[in-house]
């Protein structure tokens, strides 16, 4: 073989932004996905799975990077000359996929899908460049149900994977009504002031991070970050600028109240009436499936970062507080939005197709249910694990895993060569509730011994306390070998061996 | 918006040999991993996840085209200049993550994974650029009984998904023992013969193709295909290339045959025997537990193309025959296989590791269960369709669907703009069993009309055969606005509902 050819040594790493899920994180985020996932299917949304490779021009870039050209994105050339992208978002492959096979979708297109994006980014702590997405979209509806049904759907999801109801919020705004505000003010319309509307976007979504003074300089020249970084402002004056807090400003739990204040801001600009007329659509569809403020409710802080918006955007907020290690409240924030997008497929076609869409971060999720002690997963049992000791009679340990695993019961016997100590020991490690030894004088009795390790660690534990103990439960026990599936079934059923 | 100053229309097409899967393969594919992974489990695997990208030194390069360098892998450079490459499969990312975290796992540690991989390889029918895994493997045992263990547990999950015994096999050999049979016949060993070794192995991986007088010359001085390209040889005389001949066809379904066969042609050499003797003493294990050759048989033909390998190999192969489109028999092959490969993990860690594992080819086995009528995956069911004839009603409709969802049916509203002709065949396209319908007459009269669209299509099929009619169950009923949620339930309980 080839293998010592090569006496380069490669260093083990994992490159920086990237993570391996281990058993627990595996077997929890499954079970999150699921429950989402059939949330999803019963607003009548069907799963569909894109390739994580796109041509790049097909994806476009609507990163909040997007004006740092080659940012964000892993792209590289195939054989053909022609780059590949790894997707950044499941909505962009969306759009694809639509304009692609247009006349064979029925139309609405409402569906989901579930995968990892990848994002070129300078990773930080809870920022990876590799994360997992759980979107729903509906292309090809105008209307403002489609937006109102991904709102209730989030607000149904959330509840599902056990957030509970008061503990998260869905927040509402519309994108026309900013544009409006900002007509009203004289910023230009169309293309003119594109690239302007777009800066001011920008500085109301960084509003969690700065609070409104920082904001309010983005708008205007320009703000110095720590670091002595300048980031030129939206160069609005100091009266621009303070409509356009205002109207951030206008959030509250009245849905009602949110409309007039936002009715009034947008003075007589249409495309500011229409935003705020869909708006006030939405809460009456919510009103009418009994979706309060509690659950959804409109903001006009909510902006969302990305390029593509063109009217409802959402973004869903858990409220609730965990200490960390330090005893430090932290927040868990946004874990997922979305918002309508009606130019993105129409980009392909020509055409317009109006679509609308909602993502869960799924990491993000699953960190916040494990600190609620939630999210645990679909419990998977350790094995049973057969120790053989007698190297001579491997086939025999081997078959007591066969009858073991032939009864349902999850079971391995140990691998290695160590001896009963190690073999105890590796055990111990999988969280195995029992051990199954047969050791040379046992196999001439034609018994088998049974180790109950949960009582065991137990009994080592509470070592002083001897009511633990009972006389029907010994933590060790022999039987005839040919009992060997009943008597584990019997230990495994014990009270103390529930997880 | 920057919306509007892009005037680029992008082609919405999809790389070469990359796809999408729809909702009836996604829903078959989800169903056939978990089946996959339940026996897995059972078997005492974890499962882990580790991330689409990794650096490409840490991967190496052992797929069979290694020695066309930078082919068979999508890499591209990172910010700060390492190359990072796209996994092309599951089993080098497992090794660099054992490396990486050697003291915190159990050993031997048994893990499971299942993912996307992906290959910059020329793509063509059937052969993708990215494909799913399913992989099982055992690290840090160099015990047989790790190897034999993964031979019976793919073949219970061959099983576990609905392929019939008989219909598969999984065929196991030796890497050792073509060592043997080439120490034999005046190959060098170690370093020195090893590209000679490696070109023998290809030649051997491809006796399907080409047959023996196609291999022959592959051993020989070489082979010009049909394309004229020309494949240099290993550059074996006719007599050494008759005796690797005669050890590829040993091929028997008596296991123990196969043994004394290969004991003879590897002579007095070393590593040939240490070979017979491991392929031995899987066929004691196996015969422990009752798994015969009409499961898993002994063949010297399988070699497998990765270069990694270094004992044990094996391949699982569907052997049943299904007609195409043309009423042309083909045979699905190869869905997985694997071996030993105990230098993995140990070219980080310097150390000797040994390792063995499998890998289920998801895709290919889904295409052959679906070619055999299995594979159908959990039945999602198709939505009931609330149609909103009346556009000033549309919260009432969609209170409609929320009270039939929250009595658990799967149901929707149509959010295009169109009537009621056109929102008839939305819900004919969307498979919906059952369409509710208020217009504004119903409406008035506090009703709700049920289309029973299943019974209708078969009515419209069967116009002649009045038979299929029933009083008490028409292919449309009105009922009480109050009623919706019952009659519903009423009417996808009908006989002809079941899918």
Redesign the interface.
């Known amino acids: 073989?080839?293998?010592?050819?090569?006496q380069?040594?490669?260093?083990?790493?994992?490159?920086k932004g990237?993570?391996?899920?281990?058993?627990e994180?595996?077997?929890a985020r499954?079970e999150m996905l699921a429950t989402i996932m059939a949330v999803y299917?019963?607003?009548?949304f069907?799963?569909?799975?894109?390739?994580?490779?796109?041509?790049a021009?097909?994806l476009?870039k609507f990163l909040p990077d997007a004006d740092r050209p080659n940012e964000g994105v892993?792209?590289?050339q195939?054989?053909d000359d022609?780059w590949?992208s790894?997707r950044y978002d499941l909505t962009a492959p969306l759009?694809?996929?639509v304009?692609?096979?247009y006349e064979a979708l029925?139309?609405?297109y409402?569906?989901y899908q579930t995968g990892?994006v990848?994002r070129?980014e300078k990773p930080g702590p809870g920022r990876f460049?590799?994360f997992t997405q759980c979107d729903a979209d509906?292309v090809?509806?105008?209307?403002m149900?489609?937006d109102?049904?991904l709102c209730a759907m989030v607000s149904d999801a959330l509840e599902a994977v056990g957030i509970a109801r008061g503990d998260y919020v869905v927040r509402v705004n519309n994108?026309k009504i900013l544009?409006g505000v900002l007509e009203t003010i004289g910023v230009a319309a169309?293309?003119d002031g594109?690239?302007q509307?777009?800066t001011v976007l920008r500085a109301i979504d960084k509003l969690d991070r700065l609070g409104p003074d920082g904001v309010k300089l983005l708008l205007g020249a320009g703000r110095k970050d720590e670091s002595g970084d300048y980031t030129k402002g939206a160069g609005l004056s100091d009266d621009q600028a303070d409509t356009v807090l205002a109207f951030v400003g206008a959030g509250s739990d009245n849905r009602g109240k949110v409309v007039s204040t936002l009715r009034e801001l947008v003075g007589g600009s249409e495309v500011g009436l229409a935003g705020v007329a869909e708006l006030e659509e939405i809460g009456?569809?919510l009103?009418?499936?009994g979706y309060g403020a509690d659950r959804i409710a409109f903001d006009p802080a909510v902006v969302r970062g990305l390029?593509?918006?063109?009217g409802p955007v959402f973004e869903a907020e858990l409220t609730f507080e965990v200490l960390d290690d330090n005893d430090q409240p932290i927040r868990f924030g946004s874990i997922g939005g979305g918002g309508r997008y009606d130019?993105l497929v129409s980009?392909?076609?020509?055409t317009p197709i109006p679509a609308t869409g909602v993502s869960i971060g799924v990491d993000r999720l699953l960190s916040a249910l494990q600190a609620i002690g939630r999210g645990k997963g679909r419990v998977?049992m350790p094995?049973v694990?057969v120790l053989?000791l007698d190297k001579e009679r491997?086939?025999?340990y081997?078959?007591m895993v066969?009858q073991l695993?032939a009864a349902?019961i999850?079971?391995?016997?140990?691998?290695?060569?160590a001896g009963m100590k190690s073999q105890l020991k590796?055990a111990d490690?999988?969280g195995a509730p029992i051990a199954v030894i047969q050791g040379s004088d046992e196999f001439e009795k034609g018994e088998i011994t049974l180790k109950d390790l949960v009582l065991g660690s137990k009994l080592s534990e509470e070592i002083e306390d001897n009511t633990t103990w009972r006389e029907d439960q010994p933590a060790q026990l022999s039987v005839p070998d040919g009992n060997l599936v009943q008597a584990v079934k019997d230990m495994l059923a014990r009270p103390h061996m529930k997880v």
Chains 1, 2 share one sequence.
């Open positions: 073989m080839a293998k010592k050819t090569k380069f040594r490669p260093k083990a790493r994992l490159p990237l993570r391996d899920l281990r058993a994180d595996v077997a499954r299917e019963s607003y009548g069907d799963p569909l799975e894109t390739s994580a490779l796109e041509y021009d097909a476009g892993f792209s590289f195939d054989d022609q590949l790894l759009a694809r996929m304009a692609e096979n029925p139309k609405p409402r569906r990892q990848w070129n460049r590799e509906t090809g509806s105008p209307e149900a489609a109102a049904e994108r544009d169309g293309d594109a690239t509307r777009l009456t569809l009103d009418a499936i390029g593509y918006y063109t130019d980009r392909f076609k020509g998977l094995p694990v053989p491997k086939a025999d081997q078959r066969w695993r349902g999850r079971a391995e016997m140990y691998l290695g060569g590796y490690r999988r």
